[in-house]
């Protein structure tokens, strides 16, 4: 049997490559994982994915109605795929693609003063850019200690949501028109609140933000606020 080590400098001298980079390239999953991990990048990670969730309003399309206003992640779990490596001197570049799978719990706004949470499980691709230097000494040949951690540089690029699976509203409470008091509001009041389709239709709606206003009470065709952008 081999030690690792040994296996190393075998694998070295067969190859031509040195130990550390040997060692790197037969463990390339479990060194960016490793890498991902820890020093900032899995907050990183979690930064980006959110900001994609929140702003990207890919979700949007996703929910019966309303519109994300916040994403909590609960559980995430990272796959590394299609990883290439490049090596010039000390220093290694790995592209790939993460797989990303998050438990996530999603604020859906009706309105302004509505909305309901929904636990979802979401799929997550993205391209991924590491680039670490290497220590290759005879210590760290012992100790497989190869990577030197305080010179990485990790990006995120090109987020795409790939699978939603949304559950059920958490028990919600209907929040009745505020006009009638008779059905569940369900469009935005100028004044705040809901209004129910029958008392949207005897009103007006403004084209651009969807906001209800009593007739004859808006600018023309449109909001005063949103006047200002015709
Ligand atoms: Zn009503
Ligand atoms: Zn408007």
Not at 70 to 99: A, Q
Not at 146 to 169: C, G, K, M, P, R
Request: proline share 1%; hydrophobic share 30%.
């Amino acid at each position: 049997m081999f030690t690792l080590s040994e296996f190393n400098t075998y694998i070295s001298l067969v190859t031509g490559t040195n130990p550390s980079r040997a060692w790197i390239e037969m463990n390339i999953e479990e060194v960016c994982m490793d890498v991902i991990e820890e020093d900032g990048s899995y907050e990183y990670l979690e930064n980006v994915t959110l900001d994609f969730l929140i702003n990207s309003r890919e979700l949007d399309g996703y929910l019966s109605g309303g519109s994300v206003g916040d994403v909590d992640i609960n559980e995430f779990d990272i796959k590394l795929d299609s990883l290439s490596m490049d090596v010039e001197g000390d220093k290694v570049t790995v592209e790939g693609r993460i797989k990303l799978r998050v438990d996530t719990s999603i604020q859906k706004m009706y309105s302004k003063y509505y909305s309901v949470n929904n636990d979802a499980n979401l799929e997550i691709d993205m391209n991924f850019e590491l680039n670490f230097s290497f220590n290759y000494d005879e210590d760290s040949i012992e100790t497989q200690d190869f990577i030197n951690h305080d010179d990485f540089d990790f990006e995120v690029t090109n987020l795409e949501l790939t699978s939603v699976n949304i559950e059920d509203d958490e028990e919600c409470e209907v929040e009745f028109c505020v006009l009638c008091d008779q059905r569940p509001g369900e469009y935005n009041y100028h004044t705040g609140g809901l209004v129910c389709e029958s008392c949207m239709s005897s009103n007006d709606t403004c084209p651009d933000c969807g906001v209800v206003f009593e007739r004859e009470t808006m600018h023309g065709a449109y909001c005063r606020e949103c006047e200002a952008n015709h």
